[in-house]
């Protein structure tokens, strides 16, 4: 266990915003989490389990304990004619993991790629892209936790997924994700109908048969064209959910802006792009000071340089007043604030 106080975290968050936390602690195998319970300096802080830092957003120092799980390792489980199981540590790189999973020659994980964040971090929020959620292919998730020491094992329907949610999200503080064991079909069944997708395929100098490796390299191809990386430019992807509405909102706004995508949902509920909404105001490509909104991307924001925090969420909350105002629709971020 290493512990760090007065820790600068500047370099631990997507945004690169800087920020600073009562104590930082890193723990590199879980067995460590019995020595960071019993510790009495970090007793009764506000804990915040940190991954990758890219769904974060700090509006000011944390007067607490910022938890770093970096338990590495990923293994195939068992491999068969109609599925393959996989487990990989929390503290791996998720796309590093998409990778080695497609070299593999496994399917399952492709459309998955080039999220950013760490494994553990990727049940929380349930993450998706291209028509594929983690959900999806998740078997099981091990945990241990933090009110007792006790490690715990969540099956797909105990996560309780939803969109950009879980029981973990719901629960913040009470679990320290370990590892996730995924499910996939031994057999490959690409997902391909994103727009994008196929024009990226099509524009491939590989002839060769679809693959894994190839939907990936597309999918890639796709994020990187509209996306900045946060390397370059900090942010923390989408910031913004797509709004679920009711079907009478939908239709009744379908019937003002005729060009409005609308996407069915469950019963009774209609999805909107958060992007389209927040274009129609006049925010893609804006900028206030180093805080701004990406210019391909609407539904990006992104520090330019030496943003704050606060500054980026005044931004946000200035999208969601004038989406709020106009449409009637309220957007929900999808970084956890602190």
Request: charged content about 20%; glycine content about 10%; overall charge negative.
């Amino acid at each position: 266990m290493r512990v760090v106080e007065h820790a600068p975290l500047q370099s631990f968050n997507t945004f690169h915003v800087a920020a600073n936390a009562r104590y930082l602690v890193t723990l590199e195998s879980p067995d460590e989490l019995t020595a960071f319970l019993a510790d009495s300096r970090f007793s009764g802080l506000p804990l915040f389990v940190l991954g990758g830092g890219s769904n974060l957003l700090l509006t000011g120092d944390f007067a607490g304990v910022m938890l770093c799980p970096r338990f590495m390792g990923r293994e195939v489980l068992s491999q068969e004619v109609e599925r393959v199981r996989l487990r990989a540590c929390a503290g791996e790189s998720w796309d590093g993991f998409v990778d080695w999973a497609v070299a593999q020659g496994f399917a399952g994980l492709e459309n998955l790629s080039c999220i950013p964040g760490h494994v553990g971090a990727a049940p929380v929020q349930n993450i998706g892209a291209y028509g594929v959620e983690l959900q999806d292919v998740v078997e099981r998730v091990e945990a241990l936790d933090l009110s007792t020491g006790a490690a715990v094992s969540f099956t797909r329907d105990d996560c309780q997924f939803a969109y950009r949610d879980s029981v973990f999200k719901r629960n913040p503080g009470r679990y320290l994700i370990t590892a996730v064991v995924f499910s996939l079909a031994g057999k490959f069944a690409p997902r391909l109908d994103y727009p994008g997708v196929p024009a990226a395929l099509a524009a491939q100098q590989d002839e060769g048969p679809l693959s894994p490796a190839r939907v990936r390299q597309a999918i890639c191809a796709v994020r990187y064209g509209k996306l900045p990386d946060p390397a370059v430019l900090g942010n923390a992807g989408s910031f913004f959910k797509n709004p679920l509405v009711s079907q009478s909102l939908a239709d009744s706004l379908k019937g003002e802006y005729a060009s409005m995508p609308v996407y069915p949902a469950a019963a009774g509920l209609a999805k909107i792009p958060a992007a389209w909404l927040i274009e129609q105001c006049g925010f893609k490509g804006y900028r206030a000071g180093d805080a701004g909104v990406h210019e391909k991307h609407a539904l990006v924001l992104v520090n330019y340089g030496q943003a704050t925090g606060a500054e980026l969420w005044a931004l946000a909350e200035k999208i969601r007043l004038a989406v709020r105002q106009r449409f009637g629709v309220e957007l929900e971020p999808e970084p956890n604030r602190l």
